[in-house]
């Protein structure tokens, strides 16, 4: 039992024999004590008034008097009006740290085969490009969330749906054959992913030259310029050769399907590269070239049962306009899906491989009303979790320099982003002094660790909600609220327990009097439980990222103030050994929820 169940519990049967009075657990509000006050925390006891009678600060010393007495917590005791300070007894603080020391996941809960099945999708890339700084915050988020969900007593699955199909895809095609000579990723020793990316940008470059001379053509014919701009781009020879393919791979096409095939596979293994990089994988990979003849079955099942309904033209549509929405389209007047067709068929497919209790969208925040959409429809299609479903939203994430056009080839790789954190991590360690007595091995890997853990933190301690600006510069700094700052701490701590060890000392729960930034941070780390249930409530990695900078930084404040290998007294050291020992448990095993590496020394 914490001390804040132990005072609740005290607290209710304090009401209870004071005033006659069951008090409920909502009643008996606990509250970190504000910093200008003694204690350590607050009970409110202003909804106990008017049942006692009396004034506030009566009721408030009476409970005191009884909690000091019967809790086996509470040491002390003050009031403030409605509020009632208690002090915490050494004891009880010095039992709640063994008890954190003895839990090596302590705030966290384990899923057993009965926990709700949460399954999180998140990356969802396109075939025609390497993954780039947007992929980035999605691919974070994602993997974060489904650690943070599973810290929270839920089983998770995560998953992946691959936009490998389209006309987008068919362009990359098309600018190959034309133009790569039979180039391959061996012959040029490009990632598959940037090799197709590269032809994807070709073909934009191409057609936009045909749209220009088109335009040109028409406007001098007589056409007015915006019109002549809109036939120019529907009839540019490149776009409709791109079609046709499209067509041919819709009708199965084997020498369309094979070319497919083949280029498909060449980006799959870039992106695996990017992935392994990046720390982030998936247990079930679904490709829209599967999903959309499923997503079209299904709308025909919401037709029969009269969920939808057909126009003349044949197209198939889905009537929201009770539910205070428009009318959707799910089948073109030739039969073809749209996106929306093919989540229902994703949808479909994955409650047939997972007995799904809920399911989260990792998609950024353009597609809000898609995902609105979605949760109607799939509600009415039959699946559980429909209407619940979790869109988890997130907004853009922007350079200094500016946007991202990906059609213009002025993408920001993901690769090539990783590669410059690791590369500037290496640079600022290496004017810090942080390398010094390591190989050349270990400033590689500490490197690596200190460069990717400096972009996910950067990144992941913004609310996902926010556009953001992700500045390389500032996130590598050692001080701060940046992921090398709490990594350092983390890799300092980690050197005091080794030194510890080497003069025979251990930590343990002594019995010392404790001083007031003791006990706050005993406090601290025993609010990683509080923190990680609460970013599990609010879906939040930023709640985590937020809770690790304090707890990192209230660290260092004790650590600047009080010596722990050289305290007065043995007891003094063993005591502030595991202190610290848990703090920098708390700080891995937080991290981790992150995503983030933590290095044993820097």
Request: charge should be negative; aromatic fraction near 10%; glycine fraction near 6%.
């Amino acid at each position: 039992m914490t001390i804040e169940q132990k005072i609740q519990q005290a607290a209710a049967e304090a009401v209870k024999i004071l005033y006659g009075f069951e008090a409920s657990e909502k009643m008996l509000q606990l509250q970190k004590t504000r910093s200008e006050f003694e204690g350590n925390l607050t009970l409110v006891t202003f909804p106990f008034v008017k049942v006692a009678k009396k004034a506030p600060e009566a009721v408030g010393a009476e409970i005191g008097d009884y909690l000091v007495k019967e809790s086996g917590v509470v040491s002390a005791y003050n009031v403030v009006k409605g509020f009632l300070n208690l002090s915490i007894s050494d004891e009880a603080w010095t039992e709640l740290l063994s008890a954190i020391d003895a839990d090596e996941h302590y705030g966290e809960k384990k899923a057993d085969d009965n926990s709700p099945l949460v399954m999180i999708e998140y990356s969802s890339p396109n075939t025609n490009k390497p993954l780039h700084l947007g992929h980035v915050r999605n691919n974070l988020l994602g993997w974060s969330l489904a650690q943070i969900m599973q810290a929270n007593g839920n089983r998770v699955v995560k998953t992946n749906i691959v936009n490998d199909r389209g006309i987008h895809i068919c362009k990359s095609m098309l600018a190959w054959l034309k133009w790569g000579n039979g180039e391959t990723p061996e012959s040029s020793g490009k990632k598959g992913d940037h090799l197709i990316g590269d032809y994807y940008v070709a073909f934009d470059k191409h057609y936009r030259e045909e749209v220009k001379e088109l335009k040109e053509k028409f406007v001098s014919d007589g056409m007015p310029a915006d019109e002549a701009e809109e036939k120019a781009k529907r009839e540019a020879p490149l776009i409709v050769e791109a079609h046709d393919m499209l067509v041919k791979w819709e009708n199965n096409d084997p020498e369309v399907r094979a070319l497919w095939a083949k280029m498909n596979e060449w980006v799959y293994a870039g992106f695996d590269e990017t992935y392994k990089m990046m720390g982030v994988s998936f247990d079930k990979i679904y490709y829209e070239s599967d999903t959309y003849l499923e997503g079209r079955e299904k709308v025909e099942e919401g037709l029969e049962k009269g969920f939808f309904y057909r126009r003349e033209d044949n197209s198939v549509w889905a009537d929201l306009t009770a539910e205070g929405l428009d009318e959707k389209l799910l089948l073109r007047s030739d039969g073809t899906s749209v996106y929306m067709t093919q989540d229902i068929g994703t949808a479909k497919l994955r409650f047939q491989d997972y007995p799904i209790d809920k399911m989260i969208y990792v998609v950024g925040n353009e597609q809000n009303y898609h995902f609105q959409v979605l949760s109607i429809l799939l509600d009415k299609l039959g699946f559980k979790w429909g209407k619940d479903l979790v869109h988890f939203s997130y907004g853009m994430v922007e350079l200094p320099n500016g946007k991202m056009k990906s059609r213009e080839g002025t993408v920001v790789d993901a690769d090539d982003l990783m590669a410059e954190m690791i590369k500037d991590a290496r640079k600022t360690s290496e004017e810090l002094g942080k390398f010094a007595d390591m190989t050349d091995e270990e400033r590689s890997e500490i490197s690596r660790i200190v460069g990717l853990g400096a972009l996910k933190y950067f990144i992941l301690k913004v609310d996902a909600r926010k556009n953001m600006l992700f500045n390389p510069e500032e996130s590598i700094d050692f001080n701060g609220n940046t992921g090398p700052f709490i990594q350092y701490t983390y890799a300092r701590i980690r050197s005091i327990l080794r030194k510890a060890e080497e003069q025979g000392l251990k930590a343990e729960a002594t019995k010392v009097s404790l001083a007031q930034k003791e006990i706050d941070l005993i406090q601290k780390i025993s609010e990683y439980a509080a923190a990680v249930a609460q970013a599990g409530k609010d879906y939040s990695p930023s709640g985590i990222s937020n809770y690790c900078y304090e707890l990192t930084k209230q660290f260092n404040q004790f650590y600047h103030d009080f010596s722990i290998l050289n305290a007065e007294t043995e007891e003094q050291k063993k005591f502030r050994l595991l202190i610290a020992q848990n703090v920098a448990k708390t700080i891995r095993n937080g991290m981790t929820l992150l995503g983030i590496e933590v290095p044993e020394r820097m």
